[in-house]
């Protein structure tokens, strides 16, 4: 008989190969690995509607529990993978049992950047990442609102410290926002938009910290009572969320000896453009793949949904025989307050660009910002404008030099 295909991971690039194996008419055995004891399932409405309170938990599966039975689909929750060996094809499992496999995908996706300084282990204090983060955090947040709770300190400005503040905020509660740099998002978007989230929580009430690391976390008998900064100010919190980022879990592929990229080009594990590894049954997905960019000419690994969701498509196709190189375009987005935003395509970081052409008005938050570099759009961000991602990739696709003038009125 066979061995199966296994999926190790609980995220959404698990969830999307799984299903793609099914609508491309794969017969033979499929089991999925995850060390929670969920079935795998969507983030991002972990620091959204689903911890405010107004989602429900079914609402962030992509397919029910159920779907993997249904299916055939062996679905193993509460169960990691604790070791690869892809010269013999095996797994071995938290349970001391060995799994062969026929092929493979790793898509054990990323965990939190944790913050060494002293208090760091107080009750209190908090990072999200998985359901449980949530529910925890959520277990917190919400009676406070009702009650007209604590202060809440968000240590991290970037996308998941921007979003739980905006939610905590959302809630009625006292939120500060610290971040290491000038602005929110300064080694995402730069200044130019990182100022728009800025003021945006700034308007809203939040106390927004620039310029301000922190160095320790203040407590009485073990709860934590604040933040202190580098410069010695004390921020007072009853809860405190660390969002400073994530790191990608390539601790399996390491171990098994697969390739890896260097630090310098974003780390995670190296694949080609079908998304296999340097080992040719073994294939990796979402957050920890760092794959070839016909774009943009480097390999690039996305942290964001919509590179779950796209690679997890495209590994499962590969491994049932397509070799079409992946060549979807970055793109994330986030919702905060009553804004929208979206966004497609890449830049290194602030020094990634020459210069920022906006359609329409950042002050009121409907407007277009371009990228460009040596006058080629390398990305686009819609606020509160829709429907225009496609003509923004287009520009971004084209690599032509596009003036000023027709970026500015691209908002017609």
């Known amino acids: 008989m066979p061995a199966p295909i296994v999926v190790v991971g609980g995220g959404l690039a698990a969830a999307r190969a799984v299903a793609t194996l099914q609508d491309e008419g794969h017969d033979g055995d499929v089991v999925v690995l995850t060390s929670e004891r969920h079935c795998p399932y969507e983030r991002p409405p972990l620091s959204k509607d689903y911890l405010r309170g107004e989602a429900a938990r079914s609402a962030l599966y992509p397919l029910p529990e159920e779907w993997y039975g249904r299916h055939g689909v062996d679905l193993r929750p509460g169960t990691a993978a604790l070791g690869l060996h892809p010269g013999d094809h095996t ?35 908090h990072y999200l990442r998985t359901i449980d983060d949530a529910d925890h955090l959520a277990g917190m947040l919400l009676p406070a609102a009702l009650e007209g709770g604590d202060p809440v300190a968000v240590v991290g400005d970037g996308w998941i410290g921007l979003e739980v503040a905006a939610s905590a905020r959302e809630l009625g509660l006292d939120v500060t926002l610290l971040g290491r740099g000038s602005h929110p998002l300064g080694n995402v978007v730069g200044p130019e938009l990182g100022e728009v989230f800025a003021r945006l929580h700034e308007q809203r009430g939040v106390r927004v910290h620039r310029r301000a690391p922190v160095t320790a976390f203040t407590h009485s008998e073990g709860q934590v009572t604040g933040v202190v900064t580098a410069d010695g100010t004390h921020v007072e919190a009853a809860v405190v969320v660390v969002g400073i980022g994530a790191v990608p879990a390539i601790g399996l592929a390491a171990a098994a000896g697969l390739e890896l990229r260097p630090a310098a080009q974003g780390g995670g594990v190296a694949v080609d ?9 073994v294939f990796a997905a979402g957050d920890i793949a760092s794959v070839p960019s016909p774009q943009f000419g480097r390999p690039l690994r996305h942290e964001h949904w919509a590179g779950a969701d796209t690679t997890g498509t495209h590994a499962a196709r590969a491994m049932l025989g397509a070799g079409d190189p992946y060549d979807v375009l970055p793109y994330f987005f986030t919702d905060q307050y009553d804004l929208g935003m979206e966004a497609v395509g890449w830049v290194e970081g602030p020094g990634g660009y020459d210069d920022v052409v906006v359609s329409g008005s950042l002050d009121d ?48």
């Open 91 to 125: 797994v071995t499992l938290s349970d001391g049992s060995t799994l062969r496999y026929s092929q493979l995908l790793l898509a054990t996706g990323s965990t939190p950047r944790h913050l060494s300084v002293p208090g760091g282990d107080l009750r209190g204090l």
């Open 273 to 281: 453009g079908t998304l296999r590894t340097s080992h040719p049954d």
């Open 365 to 412: 938050r409907e407007a277009v910002a371009f990228w460009r570099r040596g006058g080629a759009v390398q990305m686009a961000m819609a606020l509160n404008t829709w429907d225009r991602m496609p003509d923004a990739e287009a520009l971004v696709r084209s690599r032509r030099v596009v003036p000023r003038e027709e970026l500015e009125a691209f908002r017609g």
